[in-house]
């Protein structure tokens, strides 16, 4: 049963300390999401990669926000410094693009609250 | 800039009702339309997926409607049992330039034992 993999899934930390979550996609999917989940602005897209290469991150604060993928098993979101206005939860999803057609498949979340 | 809307945002029935969930979206240029479910403090669900070129999709005892002209969806949800209670998302993909889903603020839905 293939599933996105996400760690941690809660993290609590103090102001002015770095984030990194984790998220590992389903194995041969080549489109990897990030998205941003609160009660105020509901779900909210910060950055997505196709192949590992970045295609839009126009959603992420770039002064504070990065995210990567090492390889086409981890994808990773680092917030640096964390401020309190980052506490939300945060989703990875993956899928397969095939011409335009494609399923995004979330994972469980990080569940992330800065104090 | 793509905008969806999911009325209501709160639904309760008894169990055993039919009952139709809204999403309606500004931009027509889209892709697909996903319906997805979230349970409480847990991760997305994709529960139907239309293609801009289909009317609908059934799962079991849900029906997804699109009418991409008119800029609206539902999702219909037959003989409704208590497990169905959770928020209901609507998700749209542009045809062209951002690829990501943009999403309604969802529907709670509670279906009263």
């Known amino acids: 049963d293939a599933r996105v993999t996400q760690t941690p899934r809660h993290k609590v930390t103090e102001m002015g300390q770095e984030v990194t979550m984790r998220c590992q996609p389903i194995l041969g999917h080549n489109t990897v999401f990030w998205y941003r989940q609160t009660m105020m602005q509901g779900l909210e897209l910060l950055a997505y990669f196709r192949n590992r290469a970045p295609l839009d991150d126009s959603g992420m604060p770039k002064d504070r926000f990065s995210a990567e993928m090492p390889d086409a098993t981890l994808a990773t979101l680092k917030i640096q410094p964390s401020e309190p206005r980052d506490s939300a939860v945060y989703f990875c999803a993956s899928g397969l693009v095939l011409g335009q057609a494609y399923e995004q498949y979330f994972g469980p979340g990080t569940r992330l609250t800065v104090t | 800039k793509q905008e969806v809307t999911q009325i209501p945002a709160a639904l309760s029935v008894p169990e055993g009702e039919n009952l139709v969930l809204n999403c309606s979206f500004t931009d027509s240029a889209i892709y697909n339309l996903q319906w997805f479910r979230q349970d409480p403090g847990k991760g997305l669900t994709s529960l139907l997926l239309?293609?801009?070129?289909?009317r609908e999709q059934t799962s079991g005892r849900l029906n997804a409607s699109l009418d991409k002209s008119s800029g609206r969806s539902t999702l219909y949800i037959a003989a409704s049992q208590p497990g169905d209670s959770a928020t209901y998302l609507c998700a749209v993909r542009q045809d062209t330039g951002r690829r990501a889903l943009t999403f309604g603020s969802g529907t709670r839905l509670q279906v009263q034992p």
């Open positions: 239309i293609q801009s070129s289909q």
